[in-house]
């Protein structure tokens, strides 16, 4: 477990001895890159989300006129046959 600490350890790329300078900028690069990659699929999931939702509300909006439509429609039919029904009587 003692090997394992050591390997897994991280190192400071500006404390560390042993490094050239071309080394240390490659690391740096690295890292840079790693962290921009995270943020690309916190973004992407985000965004991802944020389409679903919009996609709901959508549809909802869309469900909910189709629906009153028809309900109008039918209030409309029963207004026709009670002016037929005061008519005949």
Partial sequence: SGDAAAVARR????????????????????????????????????????ALGIGAVTFGIYGYTFYSVSQERFLDELEQEAEAARARA
């Avoid at 404390?15 to 992407?44: F, I, K, N, T």
């Fill in 11 to 50: 190192i400071d790329p500006a404390r560390e001895p042993g490094l050239s300078p071309e080394q240390r900028r490659l690391m740096a690069q690295v890292e840079y890159a790693q962290r921009q990659r995270a943020l690309q699929r916190r973004l992407r999931s985000r965004n991802v989300l944020l």
